[in-house]
């Protein structure tokens, strides 16, 4: 009896344990699936969907786009230089640009603890989306990096030598882009508004980032190189409307990932931006064409596709802060002042900007970028919140005027940034590789003169 007493004594702690493992492996296994529910499927699929929406806008789209505005001798090596960019930014991306953009939390530009894609996984980072993979959010950003130099292509069209393109587009990644992009997203970043930036500045979805960097570095690009041989002097039209007419379609499509995936969850944030993005397009469409429409007696497709440009262009930064009738209001005004840029201020000057990225991109992303913090308001972003977890006002419309004077400093910052950083690769792939293609080589037009080929082969 003593033994058996003995027995139990020593028995029981075992059979304590073994009751209480099962209840010890249900607490860790509910506590990773607690960690893994943070994760949306529906989030996920929208943000890969999203994805190839803003891909899909460099090829088919902008190629498609630029290569109709240009003569039919160049449209192979304009529609090429969307696509190689596709192929080239993403390996840059893949070695360090994402990491460059998104790394650390300096205030200027990111470290290198992404370099390779080190530890960007199925884990989310918490700093920018806890309920997707941190490697959906690297490819989705991935798409801008590849569409914003692509944007500057369409100022030194017809006239630029390949490999001068392709190294510009490097330099200017390096240069121009991770950095500004890590001031305005990244975590620490001079102009970020919600994670700890000093000048809070409101760009959803890369007014600064993308169409202010680009635009003006189009600009410089222009002038740096100098007008086509035959600038001003004999008219140089489009040589196929239909195809710019389609790729301005697939943009307008497309911009719906830009823009309303910018919200990074299949949320109702996302359903905002949409809305406002289709607006803005809308309107933009109508005030150039009725602007057109007052002045030549005509409205023209080509009008009416460049407005739909400038509309998106100049909703990009407010999407995702703005009501629906602000985002027609500033398509509106995106619309008419974007045009008179191309019409005017462009004759005036006679800087050959050959396909406007310029009087689109540069004026109607500083235009949006000013105009959204007119507009945004907390009612439809609720992402600044004061101690007590109330939301704070974001623009002028919610008695935040401060907010459009952040939004001047912003845009200098990208227009700085884009000048100086562009003519410090402008000289250096000059003294390097030379920029500009050969008289005899602009004549016989560069699908056959840099490539070997033709867009159009026509048999008697």
């Known amino acids: 009896m003593p033994e058996l007493c003995t027995l139990s004594l020593f028995a029981l702690p075992a059979i304590l344990l073994a009751q209480a493992t099962p209840d010890i492996s249900s607490r860790l296994s509910t506590l990773e699936a607690a960690t893994k529910s943070a994760q949306s499927a529906g989030d996920n699929a929208w943000m890969l969907v999203s994805s190839a929406l803003v891909l899909m806008m460099t090829g088919p789209g902008l190629a498609l786009f630029y290569g109709g505005l240009v003569r039919r001798k160049n449209v192979l090596g304009t529609m090429m230089h969307s696509f190689v960019l596709m192929a080239v930014v993403t390996v840059i991306w893949a070695?360090?640009?994402?990491?460059?953009?998104?790394?650390?939390?300096?205030?200027?530009?990111?470290?290198?603890?992404?370099?390779?894609?080190?530890?960007?996984?199925?884990?989310?980072?918490p700093d920018y989306s806890s309920t997707i993979p941190q490697q959906t959010f690297m490819v989705y950003q991935l798409m801008f990096?590849?569409?914003?130099?692509?944007?500057?292509?369409?100022?030194?069209a017809e006239r630029m030598?390949?490999?001068?393109?392709?190294?510009?587009?490097?330099?200017?990644?390096?240069?121009?882009?991770?950095?500004?992009?890590?001031?305005?997203?990244?975590?620490?970043?001079?102009?970020?508004?919600?994670?700890?930036?000093?000048?809070?500045?409101?760009?959803?979805?890369?007014?600064?980032?993308?169409?202010?960097?680009?635009?003006?570095?189009?600009?410089?690009?222009?002038l740096y190189l100098g007008k086509r041989m035959d600038?001003?002097?004999?008219?140089?039209?489009?040589?196929?409307?239909?195809?710019?007419?389609?790729?301005?379609?697939?943009?307008?499509?497309?911009?719906?990932?830009?823009?309303?995936?910018?919200?990074?969850a299949a949320s109702g944030l996302a359903t905002s931006a949409f809305v406002a993005t289709h607006f803005g397009a809308a309107a933009a469409t109508l005030g150039w064409m009725g602007a057109e429409w007052i002045e030549n007696g005509k409205p023209s497709v080509l009008g009416g596709i460049s407005g739909c440009v400038a509309g998106l262009v100049a909703i990009t930064p407010a999407s995702g802060f703005v009501r629906p009738f602000p985002a027609l209001l500033?398509?509106?005004?995106?619309?008419?002042?974007?045009?008179?840029?191309?019409?005017?201020?462009k004759a005036k000057f006679r800087y050959d900007d050959a396909l406007d990225a310029f009087g689109v991109h540069g004026a109607g992303g500083t235009l949006g970028a000013v105009l959204t913090g007119v507009f945004a308001t907390s009612a439809v972003n609720e992402g600044l919140k004061d101690a007590a977890g109330h939301a704070?006002?974001?623009?002028?419309?919610?008695?935040?005027?401060?907010?459009?004077?952040?939004?001047?400093?912003?845009?200098?910052i990208a227009w700085m940034l884009a000048i100086v950083g562009t003519l410090i690769i402008l000289k250096i792939c000059d003294m390097t590789i030379g920029l500009r293609i050969t008289r005899d080589q602009e004549v016989e037009g560069?699908?056959?003169?840099?490539?070997?080929?033709?867009?159009?082969?026509?048999?008697?």
């Open 95 to 125: 070695v360090v640009g994402y990491s460059l953009a998104f790394g650390g939390s300096s205030p200027f530009l990111g470290d290198f603890r992404f370099a390779f894609l080190s530890n960007v996984g199925s884990t989310p980072n």
């Open 145 to 156: 990096a590849i569409i914003t130099p692509a944007l500057i292509s369409g100022a030194f």
């Open 161 to 222: 030598k390949f490999s001068a393109m392709l190294l510009f587009t490097v330099l200017w990644s390096l240069i121009v882009y991770f950095p500004m992009a890590h001031m305005v997203w990244g975590k620490g970043g001079l102009l970020n508004t919600f994670l700890g930036g000093k000048i809070p500045s409101l760009d959803f979805a890369g007014g600064t980032v993308v169409h202010i960097t680009s635009g003006v570095s189009a600009l410089v690009c222009a």
């Open 231 to 264: 600038y001003p002097g004999s008219a140089i039209k489009p040589h196929n409307l239909v195809i710019s007419f389609i790729g301005a379609c697939l943009l307008w499509v497309g911009w719906f990932g830009f823009n309303a995936g910018s919200a990074l």
């Open 330 to 345: 500033i398509g509106l005004c995106a619309g008419v002042v974007c045009y008179l840029m191309v019409t005017r201020v």
């Open 392 to 412: 704070m006002p974001l623009g002028l419309v919610d008695g935040n005027g401060g907010q459009v004077v952040n939004q001047i400093i912003a845009c200098a």
């Open 446 to 460: 560069i699908d056959v003169a840099l490539h070997g080929e033709e867009g159009y082969i026509f048999e008697g």
